[in-house]
């Protein structure tokens, strides 16, 4: 059965960019890959962090929308991102991150991994995970983080959701995805047999209201198919399910289609390819504002409204 292969990408909504910035590139030293725009709302930023190549399942990316107020935690979102850091390095992360004044919570165990939570400037829920799974991964030898530190990429989602069963039953015959586990009321689903960038935890909460999307929240998980044939075949398949996909969408880097799971957290299908080197060099990814072919005609208007950003700064606290 074709199916899904792991986390693609996750987008969240940011507040301010520059803050945004100085986070994820400054103090957890990934590498911005891409400084684009959000295609259906060109005046937002889009900005993909990764690894040195932006290899899929590597990319956490944001939308700044610093008007929209935070979330309203609840149901049908996506509620902690997690990602991978190397065996051993939960240690130099906590130093690190108390040197930024950054708030972290205790070493917690969960499925047998050392985890550590973090909240990102705007309220994002971070988990860093350590794991020796196989995975893509370049280092980033400009990262202000040591290579064997860095963040190896995306581990792990969390939901909450309503009803377990009906979106366990989704995850497992439709997506390809296998139970494997529950601990602490977080009941674990993989693919292609778990693995770092393969998993995604539900926490089943009956009574508790739908959430809503704002600042420091996620706003939709992509999973990762090989191409477009396969995109297709699940496209079919999610059509045959109800969940009323949309068409294939060209995101430039990416094609995309997009759905709701039965819960209502969004989620996409999304190619490996072409990837981040079609429209520059891999050693300057992320050095200025790229846009898709067809929004080009735009770009000065496009850049007249979006502020300024600089190169990423990290101030340590006091």
Partial sequence: MTQVHGIHHVTAIAADPQENLDFYAGVLGMRLVKKTVNQDVPDT???????????PGSDLTFFPWPQLPPVQKGTGLAMEVALAVPEGSLGFWSQRLAQYGVETGPVEARFGERVLPVSDPHGLPVALVETADARE???????????????????????????????????????????????????????????????????????VHRGAWGTGGVHH????????????????????????????????????????????VLFELATEGPGFTVDEPSESLGERLVLPPWLEARRGDIEAVLPPLQPPAATPAR
């Fill in 137 to 207: 991964f370049t280092a980033w030898d400009k990262s202000p983080v040591p290579p064997e530190q860095q963040i190896l990429g995306l581990h792990a989602v969390r939901l909450w959701e309503r009803d377990l069963p009906t979106t366990a039953g989704f995850l497992t015959g439709v997506l390809g995805f296998s139970a494997v586990g529950e601990q602490g009321g977080w009941h674990r689903f993989g693919v292609d047999g778990g693995g770092s960038g393969k998993h995604l935890e539900i926490r089943e909460l009956a009574d």
């Fill in 221 to 264: 998980v992509a999973w990762r198919v090989p191409d477009e044939d396969a995109q297709l075949a699940l496209r079919s398949r999610l059509a045959a399910a109800g969940r009323r996909p949309t068409e294939v969408i060209d995101r430039f880097w990416f094609k995309s289609v997009y759905f709701l799971e039965p819960g209502g």
């Fill in 45 to 55: 930023y889009h900005l993909f962090y990764a690894d040195a190549e932006g290899h």
